[in-house]
């Protein structure tokens, strides 16, 4: 991306409330333009990693959490199970395991694990540092407030 747009789109960012207010009444609040270039507002957020598990980001298709597991700590476990969302794990740091199904996969940096739906799962931290871990479920599995959505349920 050149550089003049780079910085343009980050002088363009807004609030979600700001986001949420111009899907409401785009007449009122057209795209950000800046130096005669238009943006359309993409979703975004920051990822801190400071809570056990936290839903960063969803829309109606897909969603994006963050897990933060300490040391010798364990989630999910007999009866933990998605059962209208497939979840993509990627671990960006740590060791753990998972056991997913009845079979049990070694977790490290850069390992992604595919929890299709239905499948009972557990994580748990083996190493001497957080396990953190970025969760994708398609569809949501999620409410903002991480109380799990019944299955097949959009967050809209």
């Keep these: 991306m050149p550089k003049l747009a780079h910085g343009l789109l980050r002088e363009c960012q807004v609030t979600a409330e ?6 409401k009444d785009s007449a009122a609040h057209p795209p950000c333009s800046q130096g005669g270039l238009s943006f359309d507002l ?4 920051q ?3 400071v809570a056990a598990f936290h839903v960063a980001l969803s829309n109606a298709h897909a969603q994006i959490a ?13 009866g933990n199970l998605h059962s209208g969302a497939d ?5 960006q740091s740590g060791f753990g395991i998972a056991e997913v199904a009845g079979k049990r ?9 595919l929890i299709e739906r239905g499948e ?3 994580i748990r931290n083996t190493g001497r540092a957080p396990l953190r871990t970025l969760n994708f479920y398609t569809p949501p599995a ?3 407030d991480a109380q799990p959505l019944p299955a097949g349920r959009p967050t809209r």
Excluded at 18 to 23: D, V
Excluded at 87 to 91: D, E, G, I, T
Excluded at 105 to 113: A, H, I
């Design 18 to 23: 700001q986001r949420h207010a111009r899907k």
């Design 42 to 45: 993409m979703h975004r957020t």
């Design 47 to 49: 990822l801190h990693f």
């Design 66 to 78: 963050e897990m933060t597991i300490a040391p010798g700590a364990s989630e999910g476990g007999p």
């Design 87 to 91: 979840q993509w794990l990627f671990v």
């Design 105 to 113: 996969l070694s977790l490290r940096r850069g390992t992604v694990l």
């Design 120 to 122: 009972q799962h557990q």
């Design 142 to 144: 999620y409410q903002a």
